[in-house]
Every structure is written in C-alpha cells, then in structure tokens.
C-alpha cells in the first residue's frame, strides 16, 4: 500500500495498528499471558483508564477494545468537549438501549462536576468509559470515578519497537528512502513517543519524496525531541523524587545525573536550589551543618552568575549532600514536636519562663524563681521547661551516631549529667 504524501491525515492515524499483534511494546500487557490480550482476544470491554506519555498506543488500545467488543464507540476530547457533548452519548445509549463506549482523551482536564456527569450511565451499564491521560489519575480522576475503571499504566516504547514501527512506516510510504542508520537515530531521539517519531518521517516525505535521506540530513531536518518533563506534571516529582533518594542513598553520581536531567529539560535552577537546601536539612542535619551552608551558597551562587555558569554550584552541592554523613533527626524531631504542639496547644507556658517587663507580670508570678543559666559555672540549671501538666516528655531529638551529631549525643549526655547533679 502507498500512501500519499498529499494526505491531510497524519502518517501516525494511517498507520494505526488494526490487529493486536501490531501493536508494539507493553509485552506485561499484551504477551500470550497477558491479561489485557486475554481479554481483547475473548472480545470483552471494560471501563479502564489509560495512563501513560504521549505516543505509546492510549489510543490505539481503545480503538482495539471497542471493535472486537462490538461496541459503537465516541470519541471526545476533554479539552473542547463538556457535559453537554456527554449527555448526549449518555441519551443516545439510553434511547437505544445498547451500551457506548465513550473514549475521553486527557480525561484529567474534566473537573468534579463534569466528571459526576459520567457516574449513573457506567452504573447503570449504559456507558462503558475508556479514559486517556498523561496526569496522574489518583491526583486529577474522582475517588468515585476511578474506583469504577482499572487503571492501565503505560510506558514510553522502547527505541527498537519505534524503530519496527519506522521500518513498517517506510513500508507504505514508498517511493520514501531512508537509511537504517537514520532510522536508528529517529527511533532513538522520538523518546518513545512513536507518533512523534511518524510525525517526523512525514515530515521528510513531504519535504523530499524522491530525496536518499542519509542521517546527516535527517538530524539537520529535524531536532531531537524535548526530554519528557512537565513542571506541574507527575514527572516532574518523579524526577525530584529520584534527585532526593539518590542524595539520601549516598550516590553522589545519581544525584548528579538526576539534577542533569532536570536542568536538561528546562527546570528552574532557583526550585532546584530550594529542594536541595531543604534536603540539607531534612536528610544531613547537624550530621553535618556544612551542608546547609554549601547548599545556601550554591544558591547565592546561581544568584550572581545565573545560567549556565551559576548552575555548577548545584552540582557542588548535590555532591556534597549525597557524600555527607546522614542523618534524619532534626526531621523526626520536628515532626514529633508539632505532633505534640498540636495535642497540647491549650496548655499554658510555666509562670517561671514567662516574660515579665512590667512590675504587674512580676507580681503575677512570671519569671518568678526563674534560674539564670549564666550565673551556673558550668551554665546548666535544672528547672522545667515544658507545659506543668505535661511532665517531661520523650526526647524529640535523638541524634545519631554519624558525623557532627556523635558529638551533638556525647553533648546531651553531658548535659543530662549535669541536670542530674543539681
């Protein structure tokens, strides 16, 4: 089959795979064994909800479910589409007393309200619902909605199954020429995203039909894809995700490959400062207080120099923090001090820690027999300093024995020594 080059319809909806065999990549789905092929196979339907980037088959699969289902199927976008164009599928089901599938492309753009629209046609079986979405559906889909659809994670394709579908595509695109090695590079820059991939071959037929496309001139004709990355996206926290547990995980060469990555997909160096910052903190602490100061000056770094010179201060930093001892105490030692704040707000302070500047609060008690540390030799008392009706509780801080913090435990024990004798 030859396509034509003078087509309005993009080479990728052409060559959307119509048998199940096809299709390429997501074998834990499709394999002999896989569920998802058992149930296409048997011909069967189910409201599910597709997530994966962009280019991987979300919705060729939908396409594959309703016709071997034979199920009539509209497909809308929730971009332009809204409770309207919904209640209409929804009527029509009901009048013909057959079940629709309805195919909802980025699904997570509906809001609460449009997506409740949805939830008596599936309960009463007149709507099958076959959503696509590159957000994460536990954080943009219902509770309701979502427990009534089977979530179908999706992965980036793998460069060799883009570059299977390439070679098909050059295939139905004679008199198209292009060599292997210029194939090769096209399935790897795409990213696994096989429609932009496709999009970039149509792009050489249509710039050239006759042309013997060599890789020189199919990397000058096209740029490599934009590294997968959203700023507000699920990506975008995994990607931080993956910067902070390689820094607590002591790979200083993770943390530099991950902060690379962020930095490579146009993240702002500015986030990238605070996030390390916080992580001197919440996984360095007084293991080693260095960290905090190299961090806040990575900052002020990038500050003065800006990009591109001023981003090597973060990589300074992220070493530092991924090589320095590690400790999680202060962290635990906040969060079980606002516990305890908040369990016991309505206590009130000790009338000895309380401040006096006027002789009416002195001759209400505050800062009575209150004792002035300095005057100690050693500057140790021992007097209470929580709530009265609280006691003493459990100890909020409990330093390890990493680093600067050994000497932060030897000190306490000091201290606790000292109280002991007053």
């Known amino acids: 089959m030859t396509v034509e080059t003078t087509s309005h319809v993009p080479l990728a909806h052409r060559l959307r795979p119509q048998q199940l065999d096809d299709i390429e990549g997501h074998e834990h789905l499709l394999a002999a064994d896989g569920w998802l092929r058992h149930m296409l196979e048997e011909g069967k339907a189910a409201c599910c909800i597709f997530w994966g980037p962009p280019g991987v088959g979300k919705t060729t699969l939908a396409h594959m479910m309703a016709r071997r289902a034979g199920l ?61 979405t590159t957000e994460n559906p536990s954080f943009s889909i219902n509770n309701a909605l979502l427990s009534r659809c089977r979530v179908i994670v999706l992965e980036p394709l793998p ?19 292009i060599t292997e090695e210029a194939l090769q590079w096209l399935a790897e820059m795409a990213d696994g995203d096989a429609r932009y991939a496709l999009n970039a071959l149509q792009t050489l037929l249509e710039t050239d039909a006759e042309r013997d496309w060599q890789l020189a001139d199919v990397q000058q004709q096209w740029s490599r894809k934009q590294a997968a990355h959203d700023r507000q996206g699920d990506y ?39 996030r390390l910052i916080r992580m001197a903190s919440e996984d360095v602490g007084l293991a080693d207080p260095k960290a905090l100061e190299i961090c806040m000056a990575a900052a002020q770094m990038f500050e003065m120099l800006g990009s591109p010179e ?3 201060g973060l990589f300074e930093a992220a070493v530092y923090l991924a090589l320095a001892p590690k400790s999680n105490a202060l962290y635990k030692a906040e969060k079980a001090a606002r516990k305890l704040a908040r369990e016991t707000a309505s206590l009130g302070v ?14 209400l008690g505050h800062g009575r027999d209150y004792q002035y540390a300095h005057d100690a030799p050693d500057a140790i008392v021992n007097q209470h300093h929580f709530p009265e009706e609280m006691g003493r509780p459990a100890p909020l801080y409990q330093p390890v024995e990493r680093g ?3 000497t932060m435990k030897q000190r306490l024990a000091w201290i606790a020594e000292r109280r002991s004798r007053r």
């Not at 009527?91 to 609460?112: M, P, S, Y």
């Not at 995980?249 to 986030?271: I, Q």
Request: charge should be neutral; proline fraction near 4%; aromatic fraction near 6%.
């Open 159 to 177: 460069s060799a199954a883009v570059l299977r579908i390439l070679q098909r595509a050059v295939q139905h695109c004679a008199p198209l020429r």
């Open 404 to 406: 600067f913090e050994r």
């Open 236 to 274: 975008h926290y995994d990607l931080i995700s993956a910067l902070h547990k390689s820094v607590r995980d002591s790979d200083a060469d993770a943390a530099c490959y991950w902060l690379a990555r962020m930095l490579e997909a146009g993240d702002e160096p500015r986030y990238l400062a605070r």
């Open 310 to 312: 001023g981003e090597q």
């Open 350 to 363: 000790p009338l000895h820690l309380r401040n006096a500047p006027t002789q009416l609060m002195k001759s």
């Open 72 to 132: 009539p199927m509209t497909c809308l976008s929730a971009v332009s589409a809204g409770k309207r164009e919904v209640q209409k599928l929804i009527d029509t089901a009901r009048e013909e007393q057959r079940c629709h599938i309805l195919f909802l492309d980025e699904i997570h753009r509906f809001n609460k309200a449009q997506q409740d629209v949805l939830l008596p046609s599936l309960e009463e079986g007149s709507l099958l619902l076959i959503g696509a």
